[in-house]
């Protein structure tokens, strides 16, 4: 559906030198979205804007300039992003691959002088920009899809029966709290929670202890499904606008304790991170890779899991990094420490079968909802997406080229996560940063 | 916080003569506030209301009319509610108790004619009225509170270890889908999931066997909390709007294939009914009784979780019921047979109790987010607030008085949940009803 075409030539450039560079994450070709507020001369001013390469294209403004048109159906700029998601989303996505094809017109080299300096007006450089969650979030649901990740954790709670017998059957996932979610660069305050770490002693109420990250990717609905109605796994991908990056904060002292029978609670509501800038599935379409090959004696997905373009094409083959730099490397001004580095083609199951098994039982999504993979972990032990994996609960602590180590998250530790595409012959697509640093408890 | 004083005297009585028969839920003493639709010469409209007898007065065409002041900082009619709810929750609720005071005015025999006359346009007959989930919720969490259900539910999946070590220490809650909130009235489909009832089979996708419903009591966040703050138990009911009746349909089978070990998921996300009314905090003065009486060997709560005003008047005295009507029962015009009788008194937690725990980990409260207090049974066998209790996992099947039996749901039934008030000296106060009625699946 999301095929590669002229738009992911590698030739293509712009006349924003910057976006020219090999290493930027925001080529013409990648073009991401997002919600940005900036400075004008009559005060603050919101916009929904494409990132191309350290520049933010204010959107608004550009329709205001008719340099593109309104959707049809679309009440008011106001409303652009929101309206436009459903519109980007209809009618098998040719919306958004016009609007792809409109913006690189306006972006690339051979655009006349007249057009590029129209545009130019509404360039602001990222680092006059502040960001907010990419959309407004009605409900956010986070799965638990690597099966690195599952057999991990499981081995340590589990020993004896580390993958609980559903796991290869459907995507296990659970509903996650939407107000605490908040944009890359908000501070993270360390919550207080119910710890019994000592099963001897009743319970106290005490700062978390044992404050961990996970590195996940997250991927916002675009056209939701009407209550009652499900979404064939052949048509999952018309119902995704485009991928982020995704830090699911979790106090595992918290949520060992609290979890039976019900699942995590208070252990993860405290804060999830996201990064500001939502690459869409179209600049995603050189980076797709077959779903995970199951091994010959794993089961075949249920028929309604089931789809050949999700066998051959359900995947992405996305790197991901997590980076830790403490306060003394800071001082120190020792660069971040780079903890792991996994890779999203790695998941047991694709973001079109999440999708696709959330709406089985007939649970409406809604434009602007938020779905996140779980922690995405590889075979390797550098793979492994959080601490409580690759310090094996603490048992096995970090060590820092600076000579700090680390079982868990301090105070002032801030957690840098990288998300990227590269692929012979083509431009390297990225999704910037997502980075949030820890606050003491109160 | 919330004293009885004169709004509540049983002697009050409207001109509005339906609020004056002894059975009604909604006496001059009771008020709810709900959102409904109803026609007018231009096509249909929309405002917020509260309840009176068999009528709904309009209180957006109050406020036009100026019967009622617009409160300071609150935008427009539009978002009455909303905005209302905030300044309604905040200084220690003297806002809402002002309201009710003048709203009693107008409604009050006492009332002069002219206002009679003035409110009267105002009024509509509920039969002509559509309602809709009374806020808009942000985040839904639901609860576990009963410790008669956890432990029975327990007994059914852990006969050696009913009841969870952590189960006396905190209110067990896990975040439920807040898109499939429906109100009252919305038929529900039978949702289509995994079921793996034969353990030597594959699982199998297929309309769920063991539909449920649970008899829960919601309630509504009306001021809520800065990320990263938290509320003290002492302070918790101030950002309480007020409760309703919910209905948390679950699917029995799918639950128990899919909830291990991140809790359920679609065996609840396809639907949750709310009746439309919320009933105020104030309204429920003269129904406040202590907390739950622990047993002599159980903990104390923490002392985060424990305070005075909550030990001595956190639990409320509603009576809960359950209807079950057929659709041969409704050929035959047998009316709806009582399934169960439960009292929200009977809860292990309180409201406060969950309120707070919920913002113990900094997790930010938003105006408008519901929370449930799981299902609410009692300790007798009549008193069970589900069919997996009453039937015993399907074992022990309701004789129904026209001949029928019921282990689950089956298509075409029809739940009916009631709750009301009652005490001596007083009027009864009631939430009206909340009912839903099984679709087939597809």
């Known amino acids: 559906m999301f095929e590669i075409n002229e738009t992911h030539d590698q030739n293509l450039k712009s006349w924003v030198e910057s976006a020219n560079a090999p290493d930027t994450d925001f080529p013409i070709q990648n073009l991401p979205f997002c919600e940005f507020d900036y400075e004008t001369e009559e005060g603050a001013a919101w916009s929904v804007g494409v990132v191309i390469g350290d520049y933010i294209l204010n959107l608004n403004k550009c329709l205001e300039d008719n340099l593109i048109d309104e959707f049809e159906g679309v009440p008011g700029q106001h409303f652009f992003m929101i309206e436009n998601l459903i519109s980007l989303q209809s009618e098998k996505n040719e919306t958004s691959l016009n609007l792809r094809r409109k913006l690189i017109d306006l972006l690339c080299e051979n655009?006349?002088?007249?057009?590029?300096?129209?545009?130019?007006?509404?360039?602001?450089?990222?680092?006059?920009?502040?960001?907010?969650?990419?959309?407004?979030i009605g409900d956010y649901t986070d799965f638990y899809c690597s099966i690195f990740h599952?057999?991990?954790?499981?081995?340590?709670?589990?020993?004896?029966?580390?993958?609980?017998?559903?796991?290869?059957?459907l995507p296990i996932g659970y509903h996650g709290r939407a107000s605490s979610i908040v944009v890359s660069?908000?501070?993270?305050?360390?919550?207080?929670?119910?710890?019994?770490?000592?099963?001897?002693?009743?319970?106290?109420?005490i700062p978390a202890k044992n404050l961990d990250y996970e590195m996940e990717v997250g991927f916002f609905v675009g056209k939701g499904n009407q209550m009652g109605e499900t979404i064939p796994i052949e048509n999952a991908e018309e119902h995704i606008f485009g991928l982020c990056l995704v830090n699911d904060w979790s106090a595992r002292d918290i949520q060992a304790w609290e979890y039976q029978p019900l699942g995590p609670f208070l252990a993860k509501s405290f804060a999830t991170t996201v990064s500001p800038?939502?690459?869409?599935?179209?600049?995603?379409?050189?980076?797709?890779?077959?779903?995970?090959?199951?091994?010959?004696?794993?089961?075949?997905?249920?028929?309604?899991?089931?789809?050949?373009?999700?066998?051959?094409?359900?995947?992405?083959?996305?790197?991901?990094?997590?980076?830790?730099?403490?306060?003394?490397?800071?001082?120190?001004?020792?660069?971040?420490?780079m903890l792991s580095r996994s890779n999203m083609k790695d998941l047991y199951w694709t973001i079109g079968q999440m999708l696709t098994h959330h709406a089985s039982n007939g649970c409406n999504l809604q434009t602007g909802d938020l779905m996140a993979t779980g922690t995405v972990s590889g075979r390797e032990k550098d793979e492994r997406g959080c601490l409580l994996e690759l310090t094996w609960r603490g048992k096995e602590p970090i060590n820092l080229p600076n000579g700090e180590e680390r079982r868990f998250l301090e105070d002032g530790d801030e957690i840098i996560m990288k998300g990227f595409c590269e692929r012979e012959g083509f431009r390297r697509i990225g999704f910037g940063t997502c980075r949030g640093r820890i606050l003491p408890a109160e």
């Open 150 to 169: 599952a057999t991990n954790v499981g081995a340590m709670f589990r020993p004896d029966n580390p993958l609980l017998p559903n796991y290869k059957w």
């Open 111 to 136: 655009a006349g002088e007249e057009i590029q300096s129209k545009v130019a007006r509404n360039l602001h450089p990222i680092s006059e920009c502040t960001f907010s969650v990419p959309l407004p």
């Open 277 to 337: 800038f939502v690459v869409t599935m179209e600049a995603l379409a050189p980076f797709r890779v077959p779903a995970f090959e199951r091994d010959a004696d794993d089961p075949q997905p249920l028929d309604y899991l089931n789809g050949e373009t999700n066998r051959k094409s359900g995947g992405f083959d996305i790197k991901l990094e997590v980076y830790l730099q403490t306060p003394k490397m800071r001082e120190e001004s020792v660069a971040p420490f």
């Open 185 to 205: 660069g908000t501070d993270v305050k360390r919550p207080k929670g119910q710890n019994r770490g000592d099963t001897e002693q009743p319970p106290v109420y």
